[in-house]
């Protein structure tokens, strides 16, 4: 028998040709119908990483934490604060501290079951839990901070429930902590009145709005992000003319958040973030790693929990945008130009520690992002009609990072060199020494509220991004 006999016909190349391909297309639809919308990871279309609704409060057996938060800012002022206003309030903030040690530890079993309730008890929890170490007075004994039993206990175990972080974090002064201006219309930054305020000032208000409207803004991405991932493939001329387009509305809405960052100038009072503000945020390792932080009395190991406090680096939106735009922070890639040697001085693995501190269901959502197999930086790099709106894209982000430096520098690193004025402090030379030997950016680096070295990481972050870039022409 000839040889060439048993070789396949024409027609059965063509069958097998088209037998393969019908292959791969239904492949392909089997991975896309097992993807897991947003809505499994409490991810909403309309209100993003929001809530549809305001979270309700905690049923009666747990009423005591829901009235101790509501009292604590009449009650309660800075334990390092030394004006008359603060004096005026220690009796009642002492009585307040001493009636949270006598609380019994709540079993938080019968929460378990609702999401919204856990999330609400982690409010509360985490809020009273700053309130109680900041309004403690200043220790003259370099020892760790007790965390007492009943607030401890509770708050680690919805802490683990919610899988995010048993401490005050992003989710607890924006996601979650406003309630409806008008219940009969929809959320929205209208409609949103923010209800637990450490300072009670405006400028802290403002704070969270500021926040929460960037957050708001960066809920286009996150569709389209999504259709992305979604379409049917991305070879063809009308799936790539949609990418180019989406990424061009990608640049357009990072900008608006530039934007958005910007107008915190106008509406936040620097010194009284640094001074009124900033110090209620601060976690167990604000002051740096040799700190002897905090101790969760009840909590074996607790030396092992992530305490660090809320930061803008737990921002879910932020950080989908990076895994979408293929940011890489631990320099694992080689891309030009080379990290300085402050970037490799600082901290890689923040980001990820920083998504130990949001909503589990939110992490999880990173983590499918990250597992898609569709870079579209990758896509890019393949397709010259692309390369040019990823590289906007990307610098847009370049952009908002270069003016995230200069918002730090004003509202941290300038005010880490001031002393507190009149509204933020006391007239009494003595006070105003204390605080500016303890703040001064003469003992050592300026951190952020989750002990970072603040400088570093910004310029850390703002490099990694440059270096997404796929031309040398920006």
């Known amino acids: 028998?000839?040889?060439?006999?048993?070789?396949?016909?024409?027609?059965?190349?063509?069958?097998?040709?088209?037998?393969?391909?019908?292959?791969?297309?239904?492949?392909?639809?089997?991975?896309?119908?097992?993807?897991?919308?947003?809505?499994?990871?409490?991810?909403?279309?309309?209100?993003?990483?929001?809530?549809?609704?305001?979270?309700?409060?905690?049923?009666?057996?747990?009423?005591?934490?829901?009235?101790?938060?509501?009292?604590?800012?009449?009650?309660l002022s800075l334990g390092e604060d030394d004006s008359e206003a603060a004096i005026a309030k220690r009796a009642t903030g002492e009585l307040w501290r001493s009636e949270v040690l006598s609380w019994p530890v709540i079993d938080t079993e019968p929460l378990h079951s609702n999401l919204r309730l856990l999330q609400r008890a982690h409010l509360v929890l985490a809020w009273l839990v700053h309130y109680y170490v900041h309004s403690a007075p200043p220790s003259t004994v370099d020892t760790p901070f007790v965390v007492p039993k009943s607030l401890a206990v509770p708050l680690v175990a919805v802490s683990r429930q919610l899988g995010i972080a048993p401490v005050l974090t992003f989710a607890d002064t924006v996601l979650w902590n406003w309630e409806l201006v008008d219940a009969s219309l929809p959320v929205s930054l209208d409609n949103m009145h923010f209800v637990n305020l450490f300072s009670g000032t405006e400028d802290e208000r403002n704070f969270y709005a500021t926040s929460a409207k960037a957050e708001f803004r960066?809920?286009?991405?996150?569709?389209?992000?999504?259709?992305?991932?979604?379409?049917p493939n991305l070879s063809d001329l009308t799936s790539i003319s949609k990418v180019a387009r989406d990424l061009g509305r990608l640049a357009v809405i990072i900008n608006d958040i530039s934007d958005i960052i910007q107008g915190v100038r106008a509406v936040v009072d620097p010194h009284v973030f640094y001074w009124d503000l900033r110090p209620w945020f601060?976690?167990?390792?604000?002051?740096?790693?040799?700190?002897?932080?905090?101790?969760?009395?009840?909590?074996?190991?607790?030396?092992?929990?992530?305490?660090?406090?809320?930061?803008?680096?737990?921002?879910?939106?932020?950080?989908a945008l990076d895994i979408f735009l293929?940011?890489?922070?631990?320099?694992?890639?080689?891309?030009?130009?080379?990290?300085?040697?402050?970037?490799?001085?600082?901290?890689?693995?923040?980001?990820?520690?920083?998504?130990?501190y949001m909503p589990g269901k939110h992490r999880e959502y990173l983590s499918a992002l990250a597992?898609?197999?569709?870079?579209?930086?990758?896509?890019?790099q393949q397709t010259p009609a692309l390369r040019e709106p990823y590289d906007g894209a990307v610098m847009a982000l370049k952009k908002l990072r270069d003016l995230h430096?200069?918002?730090?520098?004003?509202?941290?690193?300038?005010?880490?060199?001031?002393?507190?004025?009149?509204?933020?402090?006391?007239?009494?030379?003595?006070?105003?020494?204390?605080?500016?030997s303890a703040r001064a950016s003469g003992n050592g680096p300026t951190r952020g509220t989750g002990g970072n070295e603040l400088a570093l990481l910004l310029k850390a972050g703002r490099d990694a991004t440059r270096r997404a870039v796929l031309k040398d022409n920006y």
Request: a neutral charge.
């Open 371 to 380: 597992a898609t197999p569709r870079s579209i930086r990758d896509l890019a």
């Open 282 to 319: 601060e976690g167990s390792d604000a002051k740096g790693p040799e700190a002897p932080g905090w101790v969760y009395e009840g909590v074996p190991n607790s030396e092992k929990l992530d305490l660090s406090g809320p930061s803008a680096g737990q921002s879910s939106v932020m950080h």
């Open 1 to 75: 028998m000839n040889v060439i006999d048993l070789l396949p016909s024409p027609h059965q190349y063509f069958s097998l040709a088209v037998s393969l391909l019908q292959s791969t297309v239904a492949n392909n639809r089997r991975a896309l119908d097992k993807r897991r919308s947003p809505v499994d990871f409490d991810v909403d279309v309309n209100t993003g990483f929001f809530p549809r609704q305001p979270l309700p409060h905690l049923p009666p057996a747990f009423s005591v934490w829901e009235v101790a938060l509501a009292d604590a800012s009449e009650k």
């Open 405 to 436: 430096m200069r918002i730090a520098c004003l509202y941290v690193v300038t005010m880490s060199r001031s002393i507190p004025d009149a509204r933020a402090g006391c007239p009494v030379a003595s006070m105003m020494d204390r605080l500016q």
């Open 326 to 356: 293929d940011v890489d922070h631990k320099l694992r890639q080689r891309r030009y130009p080379a990290p300085s040697d402050g970037n490799k001085r600082a901290d890689h693995g923040f980001m990820d520690r920083m998504r130990r």
């Open 218 to 231: 960066g809920i286009e991405m996150l569709r389209i992000i999504d259709e992305y991932n979604n379409l």
